[in-house]
Structures are given as structure tokens and as C-alpha cells.
């Protein structure tokens, strides 16, 4: 079969739908991967084929004009809103309908069109469904706020599924935005959301289901104790990292002389939001005197800042995290889907520093679960990182718990075993006879680039 993934041109969204293209191209399927030209070359270094559609967003480009010190200041309830700090509708998904409230999810839903997903997916849709009327994909896989991906599915009958890169906050919030609108009176129960993406899809003659939003199942990759329920046909996929391309140092190679913890904030505050959101100054001098060996992969930009780096730290730009997670007995993080994920199917224990989006509700699950501590990062001190990080180190039944939610995570079927699944969903839900392998798929509007391999 001929299987398209969507994503508007964002590289850690990308990443995560990686393991599984692969999976589907060994079984021998066709697989192509539509987005937005700036993150073609990103594509094509997988080994994977991009098909660049529509033109760039300009997301970035706009959050930045606020995303500065001094309208932080002014305006700091917008400068967190916009860095994703406070995210409506989606920063209430663990509380129920009722302390949510009607007008928080309503208003939210205004909020994230404007700011969010009208300028992602304007740019791409309209060439989206061009590719898909040519090229005639059997199964779309697509990001869940990339919604142009399946309104091309159903406007050539494809089957279609989400592919999460984080807790299910769309689906859960969804759930109980239309649990309250069904409450609401009638003439008052406005669906923002749902009225911009039917408007969309009846531009291609694809008319209006709750599909378009939460998909028609919905691929999850986190674990069961962490997962967030929700109504829609969840199915289990276990995470498999891809950190982009690597290289493996000599000193990786050899085994830590002392108990090895690792610090990691991640890219996305460097590269979108100017800087990590804690001091990372203060974390290493509150653990300057402990018998470890900090692994820090901290971007250029922030070492500079540092004044003074303990004996006791190694600060590194970027190593590959499935290479090092293994060798850590601790890691410090920023509570991302692959920082997670990654850290918690070596088995290790985890202090989650959160901040955006869903990664306060991940933190308080792995906490819950006993495979870690977390604090908000408004919160943090150097002394509590340490206190946090002592208890990882000292108190066996966070390593027990760790342990055991790796063990969940191996339960999961991997990218392989769940070829054959998606070819039975694909059978239940394409609304037309599969594709011939003879037919053309190349796109008269936008070519396919594939990956430039070496030639003898």
C-alpha cells in the first residue's frame, strides 16, 4: 500500500513519525513524507522521501517578534501564552469538563486557531490535496494539529490516524469540549475548532466529521501508566528514539567511574524560545560537591553564559540520548516526548523540570507512577535539584518503578509489528479499492526529492 505521513515542517514532530516510515518501507510499502519545503533536507537524511508542499509557515517567525526579554516584562501573561507556558484549551486536560469550564475551551480554541493552527496549515493544505489526488496514498499518518492531512485522506478515500509526539491534550480536550457544548443552549454552542476545519474540507468536497479532528485512530506512543485516557481508538506503538543523525564519542565507550547523571533542557528553548527557562549555573553548583559525573548537553549559547563549570561536570553541545541514557543512574530533563520516552525505556530515573504544553501533566504521571520527581520550573532552585536529585540516586524503589514502566514500554508492539495492523485498519477504514502499484506518483505541482545516496 501507499502511505503518506503529513506534518507541517517541524523537525521534532518529524522525528517522531521517523521509526515507523521505516518500519512500512522494509515491509514494502511505498512511503512518502509531505511538508513544507523548509524541512525537506531534514527528510531526506532519514533515508526517507519528502515531498515539499505549500509554502513555509511562519510560526516562528512571528512568535519571535514577542518572544524577548523586554515583552516579557510588559506583557508577561501573553509572553506565556505564546511560549506555551499557559496553553488554552489544552493546559486543563487533566481536570474534568465541569472545573474546565465552557468558556476556557471555547475562547481557547479562538486562541490557538489564531496563533496556531491557521498558520501552519493555510500554507500547505491546498497542495496537500493536490498531492493526494495525484499520488492516491492508501493510508495518511499525520501530526495532530497538521489538519490538512486528513482532509487529503478523505478527499481521495484514504484511510487515516494521528501519529502523537506527546500526551493525547487534543483528543482529551476535545472530549470535553463537546461533553459542555451539548449543554450549552441552543444558538450558543459555537465550536471554533470544528467550524474552520469543516470550512476547510468543504473547500475539496469533503464533508465535516470528528475524524478530521482526532483522526479515525490515533497512534500513541507513550505507556499506559502515563497515557492520558481519552474516547478515541487509541493504539499502542511502542517509542522507538531517533535523534537525528549521530556520533557515538570515544568517551561514551567506556563505562562511568561513578554514577553518571545526565542534564538535558532540550533544543526547542534555544532554537524557539531564546533560552532555557531555569539557571543552568545554579543547577551545577548545587551539585558540584556530589560524587557523580554530570553529563550536560547544553547548547553553545548557554555555555557561554556559565562562569564556572565543577570538576564534576562534562558539558557537551549534543550526544546521542539512546546512547547515553543507558550508562546514566539519573537524568534531568525537560519532560519532552523523546526526552521521556528515551529516558524511560533505559530505565532510569527522572527529575522532569517542566514548563510547556503538556509536560506538567507528564511530569505529575511519572511522579505518580514512582519512576521520578518534578517541579515547575518557576519553582526550581539548585537546592531542590539536588534534594530531587539525591532521593533518585539513594531511594531504590525509584529505580524499581523505572524499571517496571521500561517493562510496559517493551510490551508495546514496535514500528514491525504494527505493519499489519495498520494494513487491517487501512482495510477498514480506505473508502476505496487499494492503489496499483503501476500507478504514477509523482505530483505535477510539487516533486518528490529523495534522499541524494552515494554513487559508485
Known amino acids: 500500500m501507499r502511505v503518506l505521513f503529513a506534518t507541517y515542517s517541524e523537525t521534532t514532530h518529524f522525528h517522531a513519525m521517523v521509526p ?18 523548509a524541512l525537506t533536507e531534514v527528510i531526506t537524511r532519514t533515508g526517507l522521501t519528502a515531498v515539499p508542499v505549500g ?15 523586554r515583552f516579557a516584562e510588559v506583557n508577561p501573561m501573553a509572553h506565556q501564552r505564546i511560549r506555551g507556558v499557559d496553553l488554552p484549551p489544552f493546559a486543563r486536560s487533566e481536570e474534568s469538563a465541569e472545573s474546565t469550564g465552557w468558556e476556557y475551551l471555547r475562547s481557547g480554541y479562538e486562541d490557538i486557531l489564531r496563533s496556531w493552527y491557521k498558520i ?10 493536490g498531492f493526494a489526488r ?11 494539529t497538521t489538519h490538512g492531512g486528513p482532509i487529503a485522506a478523505e478527499a481521495v478515500g ?22 459542555l457544548r451539548e449543554r450549552q443552549p441552543p444558538g450558543q454552542r459555537q465550536d471554533p475548532l470544528g467550524e474552520w476545519v469543516g470550512d476547510q474540507a468543504d473547500a475539496y468536497g469533503v464533508e465535516f466529521s470528528e475524524s478530521l479532528i482526532t483522526g479515525q485512530f490515533t497512534l500513541d506512543q507513550y505507556p499506559a501508566p502515563l497515557r492520558l485516557d481519552t474516547d478515541v481508538h487509541h493504539v499502542p506503538m511502542r517509542y522507538v528514539p531517533y535523534n537525528g543523525t549521530s556520533v557515538i564519542p570515544r568517551w561514551l565507550r567506556e563505562p562511568p567511574a561513578r554514577p553518571r547523571v545526565c542534564l538535558t533542557l532540550g533544543l526547542f528553548s534555544t532554537d524557539r524560545f531564546g533560552g532555557y527557562p531555569i539557571s543552568v549555573q545554579d543547577v551545577l553548583d548545587s551539585v558540584a560537591d556530589l560524587d557523580i559525573e554530570l553529563v550536560g548537553t547544553l547548547a553553545e549559547v548557554e555555555r ?3 562562569v564556572r563549570v565543577p570538576d564534576n561536570a562534562r558539558l557537551v553541545e549534543f550526544v546521542p540520548l539512546q546512547a547515553l541514557a543507558p ?10 516526548f523523546g526526552t521521556t520516552n528515551t529516558v524511560a525505556a533505559a530505565a532510569v530515573p527522572q527529575l522532569v523540570i517542566s514548563e510547556q ?10 511522579r505518580a507512577y514512582g519512576a521520578g520527581l518534578t517541579e515547575f520550573y518557576t519553582d526550581i532552585t539548585g537546592e531542590r535539584v539536588r534534594a530531587h536529585l539525591v532521593r533518585l540516586l539513594e531511594e531504590p524503589s525509584f529505580a524499581t518503578a523505572a524499571a517496571a514502566l521500561r517493562e510496559d514500554m517493551l510490551g508495546m508492539p514496535t514500528p514491525r509489528e504494527l505493519v499489519p495492523v495498520l494494513q487491517k485498519l487501512t482495510a477498514d477504514h480506505r473508502t476505496r479499492p487499494t492503489t496499483s502499484r503501476g500507478a504514477t506518483c509523482a505530483s505535477s505541482s510539487q516533486a518528490a526529492v529523495s534522499p541524494a545516496w552515494p554513487r559508485r
Open 55 to 69: 509554502t513555509d509557515h511562519t510560526l516562528w517567525r512571528i512568535s519571535d517578534r514577542f518572544l524577548t526579554r
Open 304 to 306: 557561554r553564559k556559565l
Open 120 to 129: 501552519i496549515n493555510d500554507p500547505l493544505t491546498e497542495d496537500l490535496v
Open 327 to 336: 550508562t546514566c543512574a539519573a537524568a534531568i530533563h525537560h519532560g519532552g
Open 357 to 366: 504544553h503538556d509536560t506538567p501533566m507528564l511530569g505529575r504521571r511519572l
Open 134 to 144: 495525484q499520488w492516491r496514498p492508501d493510508l495518511v499518518i499525520w501530526e495532530p
Open 20 to 37: 515507523l516510515a521505516w518500519a512500512l518501507a522494509a515491509a514494502g510499502h511505498e512511503v512518502r513524507v509531505a511538508s513544507q519545503p
Open 158 to 179: 484514504a484511510a487515516h490516524g494521528r501519529l502523537l509526539w506527546s500526551l493525547d491534550i487534543f483528543a482529551r480536550t476535545r472530549q470535553k469540549f463537546l461533553w
